[in-house]
């Protein structure tokens, strides 16, 4: 059974940064492309970042462009997500899931930017 | 970036009747590759999203059979056979042909 368990969403101020995790197992992550997807607070979903299975082939929405980093350990099974320059649009809960075409998805974490 | 706009918003539909939503993109989802990438998932209150088709019309693993998508190019449809109470909640199209991935902005499924 896949699972996804995503860790450190926390309430940072404006400005501040953080590092999101999602542990994977139940699957071979390392063949696996990983994508972040956030939801603000009753809103839809939007689209964050892909990396593909290697770790090398990212891409990002506009809106976090040039602020986030999506990386991954394939040894460590987990997948990460650096938010730098964080603002408070990007209050939201922060979800991982499997694949492009996300096939299966965490519980989320929620990330909070206010002062 | 692909636009991805669905309709209705909002669907109050009877217990055992049909469902039906659109979803329309601003450009062809055909890839290269010929795959056309267009998912929907439900996301039930309160719950992570959940894929329930994906490239148009194939059932994700567990996914009951009243639930059936089709279209090609930029139109797309997710249908319900028969609705059934735990099937509220809010249907997001997905397009994974091209960068950034894109949602539609959700329908929200509720029970007349």
């Known amino acids: 059974e896949v699972q996804l368990l995503e860790s450190g969403g926390a309430l940072v101020q404006p400005g501040g940064s953080l590092r999101l995790s999602c542990a994977a197992s139940?699957?071979?992550?390392?063949?696996?492309?990983m994508t972040w997807v956030r939801q603000a607070p009753g809103k839809g979903l939007e689209w964050v970042s892909i990396?593909?299975?290697?770790?090398?082939?990212?891409f990002y929405a506009d809106s976090v462009k040039g602020r986030f980093t999506i990386s991954r350990d394939n040894s460590k099974n987990t997948l990460y997500l650096q938010m730098n320059s964080l603002r408070a649009e990007d209050t939201a809960v922060y979800y991982c899931?499997?694949?492009?075409?996300?096939?299966?998805w965490g519980q989320g974490t929620l990330v909070t930017v206010s002062s | 970036d692909i636009v991805m706009t669905q309709t209705p918003l909002s669907s109050p539909v009877p217990l055992g009747q049909p469902a039906s939503i659109s979803c329309r993109s601003s450009?062809?989802?055909?890839?290269?590759?010929?795959?056309?990438?267009l998912s929907w998932l439900q996301q039930r209150p309160g719950q992570p999203p959940r894929l329930l088709i994906y490239?148009?019309?194939n059932r994700f693993s567990g996914v009951p059979d009243r639930f059936s998508g089709s279209g090609a190019g930029t139109d797309f449809t997710l249908k319900i056979s028969r609705v059934e109470a735990e099937d509220v909640g809010v249907y997001y199209c997905?397009?994974?042909?091209?960068?950034?991935?894109?949602f539609g902005q959700g329908t929200k499924l509720e029970i007349k």
């Open positions: 899931a499997k694949g492009g075409q996300t096939d299966s």
């Open positions: 139940g699957f071979t992550f390392s063949n696996s492309a």
């Open positions: 990396i593909y299975s290697g770790g090398s082939n990212t």
């Open positions: 450009q062809s989802l055909v890839h290269s590759d010929g795959n056309t990438y």
């Open positions: 490239k148009i019309s």
């Open positions: 997905l397009q994974a042909t091209q960068f950034p991935y894109t």
